[in-house]
């Protein structure tokens, strides 16, 4: 069974400071790694997408990966009251009967304070 | 404008009586999935397909099923309903091979009484 683990949270921080997300994932096959903010009651959002090693910034978000340890996270800089929302974990079946078929954690719950 | 349509977006129903989501894509996406989000329990899969004809258990089918007769049609149908099914619903679409974002619904936020 493929797994995707993510801190439920709340996750609190004060705006202006950096949020960090994490998450791991038990499919060493993957390549492919997204992140997803979700307002309450709204469907989920792509916001970060990410396939090799290392660093990839866009904006005020930067996601991190670490293909050998099996971890992805997510910096959300200059954080505002904005940013709060839930943030999902996604994870890409690359190879197999199930290619194709994305994988989510449950799921991180984050909250800026003013 | 590329999108996937729920529908309804909120139903109220009794247990017992036939319901069926209809979900529709109009990006030609290979891969579509049905989810059922409760709180604190993040997205879980009910049925995915891969292709037309081609569907697969998630993680959470049961008291669920699926039908994949055309490439931009997967309604969810409950034969059945539960007070346990009482949820949100969100219905998503994807290019099975690429990095393409994955499209969600709206939502659909059902109650069985």
């Known amino acids: 069974q493929k797994e995707v683990e993510q801190n439920s949270g709340p996750l609190s921080v004060p705006e202006g400071a950096i949020a960090s997300l994490n998450c791991t994932y038990s499919?060493?096959?993957?390549?492919?790694f997204f992140w997803y903010r979700q307002y309450s009651g709204k469907s989920p959002e792509l916001i970060m997408s990410?396939?090799?090693?290392g660093d990839k910034e866009d904006g005020r978000f930067t996601a991190q990966l670490n293909k050998a340890s099996q971890y992805v996270s997510l910096l959300i800089r200059d954080s505002q009251p904005s940013d709060s929302a839930t943030y999902l974990c996604a994870v890409k079946a690359d190879y197999g009967g199930s290619q194709g078929n994305l994988i989510f954690g449950k799921g991180t719950k984050l909250s800026v304070k003013p | 404008e590329a999108q996937v349509t729920q529908n309804p977006r909120y139903l109220i129903t009794v247990t017992g009586k036939k319901l069926t989501v209809t979900c529709s894509q109009n990006?030609?996406?290979?891969?579509m999935s049905w989810y059922r989000q409760d709180p604190g329990l993040g997205l879980r899969q009910i049925y995915y397909s891969m292709n037309v004809e081609v569907t697969d258990k998630g993680d959470v089918p049961e008291g669920y099923k699926v039908s994949r007769k055309e490439k931009r049609n997967f309604p969810l149908i409950l034969e059945s309903p539960s007070p346990n099914q009482t949820s949100l619903y969100f219905c998503?679409?994807?290019?099975?091979?690429?990095?393409?974002?994955?499209?969600f619904g709206d939502g659909t936020r059902l109650s069985i009484l």
């Open positions: 499919d060493r096959g993957s390549q492919s």
């Open positions: 990410i396939y090799s090693n």
């Open positions: 998503a679409s994807r290019y099975r091979f690429n990095n393409q974002p994955q499209h």
């Open positions: 990006m030609n996406h290979e891969y």
